[in-house]
T-cell receptor, first 117, second 111 residues
Framework: GAVVSQHPSWVICKSGTSVKIECRSL??????MFWYRQFPKQSLMLMAT?????????EQGVEKDKFLINHASLTLSTLTVTSAHPEDSSFYIC?????????????FGPGTRLTVT | GQQLNQSPQSMFIQEGEDVSMNCTSS?????WLWYKQDPGEGPVLLIA?????ELTSNGRLTAQFGITRKDSFLNISASIPSDVGIYFC???????????FGEGTQLTVNP
């Protein structure tokens, strides 16, 4: 299957600082990238959808000024958590969709564990 | 938003047993996807289904796209300890739209 990488895999930061998470599709061009958030023992919660070269579409309740998304190329999207607070601590997972074969399939990165102290 | 009802929520089985889990929706989906997530990892795509009635296998895994396009099931045969994890179904209404996820099935396999 297609490979999506995420960096860093974990990060600890102090309250008030900003953290940037990178998501890359390694062997296919991602027409669309998605950012999810997952709390322990829960399903994935979609935060935003981004298409290359255009502004991200945020889900209801997700602050776009707090979670900045940039999808600069067909293989890279970044999520920046600005002025992070302890309640932002979570597991952030990106996903990329593109034609890897006959059909569009969606592949996930390994996730980034963010801990805000 | 749309919701998928996934069941069971958790399963505890003995190694070698077969497992079945399913998802139902009030909406029609054009694509059904089944993922497995290990602790601290992102979901890994197991099987993708694109046509109503489609039955697809991937090793010991078999999944079907329901005829009504509102349901799907995943079977795991002859379970092994490494099958442990959370299994998620996900539905896609139209190409380019967002996935709707089920709540997950936590599978525990006792050796």
């Amino acid at each position: 299957g297609a490979v999506v990488s995420q960096h860093p895999s974990w990060v600890i930061c102090k309250s008030g600082t900003s953290v940037k998470i990178e998501c890359r599709s390694l062997d296919f061009q991602a027409t669309t990238m998605f950012w999810y958030r997952q709390f322990p023992k829960q399903s994935l919660m979609l935060m935003a959808t981004s298409n290359e070269g255009s502004k991200a579409t945020y889900e209801q309740g997700v602050e776009k000024d707090k979670f900045l998304i940039n999808h600069a190329s067909l293989t890279l999207s970044t999520l920046t958590v600005t002025s992070a607070h302890p309640e932002d601590s979570s597991f952030y997972i990106c996903s990329a969709r593109g034609q890897t074969g006959y059909n569009d399939e969606q592949y996930f990165g390994p996730g980034t564990r963010l801990t805000v102290t | 938003g749309q919701q998928l009802n996934q069941s069971p929520q958790s399963m505890f089985i003995q190694e070698g047993e077969d497992v079945s889990m399913n998802c139902t929706s009030s909406s029609i989906f054009n694509t059904w996807l089944w993922y497995k997530q290990d602790p601290g990892e992102g979901p890994v795509l197991l099987i993708a289904l694109y046509k109503a009635g489609e039955l697809t296998s991937n090793g010991r895994l078999t999944a079907q796209f329901g005829i009504t396009r509102k349901d799907s099931f995943l079977n795991i045969s002859a379970s092994i300890p490494s099958d442990v994890g959370i299994y998620f179904c996900a539905g896609l209404e139209t190409s380019g739209s967002r996935l709707t996820f089920g709540e997950g099935t936590q599978l525990t396999v006792n050796p």
